[in-house]
């Protein structure tokens, strides 16, 4: 029996962690109140996977759906002369990050004995979500916007998920996703709790790669948060345990066509939102946008936004280097030589979240 609590965002409402709710009776968010634990030495011991973690994650050890994914590689690199420690978190049975959420969501949902759930994405989570699906045998059914990329549409249903495309945005796609999920289960990259837990696995394991120290900084893209508030919970249970004294400097990266995020913090009145091409991120209205702030600002952090001209010349210069990447990841580099050094400090990991060749077909 794991201890810890599903809590209300809003109201006082404290729920079991084993309720089959993604959100409050009041219709506002939930976190999830839990005491991660550390056994450093037992954690040597264990395969290179994110379970490793598993004292950290409050998903039962009983009905762990995984491929043994994560302990993605940390390289000590230079990106235009910037000394840095790239995390290639693109290495992931699906080719994305999101595997680490994929894999403690759909445990979770294991866990509860769901068969059936519902997701909204335009790529990479709709895409972690079915590969987890498939391998727990959980129906699956994804909602995403009709001009979504084609080879993430096409991975989606190779695996065997339903895909549901709608003409509109992302915002219709999200509000037909809610309007399912009031008589299903909603396996949602920006909802659903559980999801962040996968996500904060980062945090874990630069930790461990540093010989359990934190970073100065981390530099991640940001659309619906899922990276930004998977390091922060994971780096703020590394504090809670004393495993580490201070938290790494959030630092966000935005596309400038679409940076709610940034526009809030800059006061930018009225902005104006465009197509970008780091269309994984391009979110006008992320549902934890107030918990992103809140967390840039609890690490001293800051927000960028990368203009798509800054993105396209970042992409050439990571294949330059012989990374391949989406574009979608390549916005932290577009912004980097921008970035405050004092802000960067000593040692600052920057995350690569996409393979390049989810992107490929739609560059020919
Ligand atoms: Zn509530």
Avoid at 62 to 84: C, K, Q, R, V
Avoid at 295 to 304: H, L, S, W
Avoid at 319 to 340: D, F, Q
Wanted: charged share 20%; hydrophobic share 40%; with cysteine.
């Amino acid at each position: 029996m794991m201890h810890g609590n599903l809590v209300c965002t809003q109201c006082t409402n404290h729920f079991s962690l084993t309720d089959k709710i993604w959100k409050c009776h009041c219709g506002a968010l939930l976190d999830i109140e839990f005491n991660a634990e550390f056994p450093i030495d037992e954690i040597a011991k264990r395969s290179t996977s994110i379970w490793r973690y598993k004292e950290a994650i409050p998903v039962p050890d009983s009905h762990i759906i995984s491929f043994s994914e994560g302990f993605t590689s940390l390289e000590d690199a230079f990106l235009y002369n910037i000394p840095l420690l790239i995390k290639h978190d693109y290495l992931f049975p699906t080719s994305s990050f999101k595997d680490r959420g994929a894999s403690v969501l759909i445990s979770k949902i294991s866990e509860m004995g769901i068969n059936v759930i519902v997701e909204d994405s335009s790529g990479n989570a709709g895409t972690s979500i079915a590969a987890y699906a498939a391998k727990a045998g959980i129906r699956c059914r994804i909602i995403a916007p009709s001009n979504s990329s084609k080879s993430k549409q096409n991975q989606i249903i190779t695996y065997g998920a339903e895909l549901e495309l709608l003409k509109g945005d992302r915002e219709k796609v999200a509000t037909e996703a809610l309007k399912e999920a009031e008589n299903t289960y909603y396996a949602s990259h920006s909802w659903n709790p559980f999801f962040f837990q996968g996500t904060k696995t980062i945090a874990f394991e630069i930790s461990e790669q540093m010989g359990w120290k934190a970073p100065d900084s981390i530099i991640v893209p940001l659309g619906n948060g899922t990276l930004v508030l998977g390091v922060y919970l994971g780096f703020k249970d590394l504090q809670k345990a004393g495993i580490i004294t201070r938290l790494p400097r959030i630092i966000a990266v935005q596309a400038s066509e679409c940076a709610p995020v940034y526009n809030a913090i800059e006061h930018i009145k009225n902005p104006e939102y465009n197509k970008s091409i780091a269309e994984g991120i391009s979110v006008q209205n992320p549902v934890r946008k107030d918990q992103i702030i809140e967390a840039i600002g609890a690490t001293e952090g800051c927000v960028y936004a990368a203009s798509d001209n800054e993105i396209n010349m970042a992409l050439k210069h990571l294949y330059s280097k012989g990374y391949y990447v989406e574009p979608t990841s390549a916005v932290v580099v577009g912004a980097l030589r921008r970035i405050n050094p004092k802000m960067r400090g000593d040692t600052s990991v920057l995350v690569l979240t996409g393979h390049g060749l989810k992107h490929s077909f739609s560059q020919l």
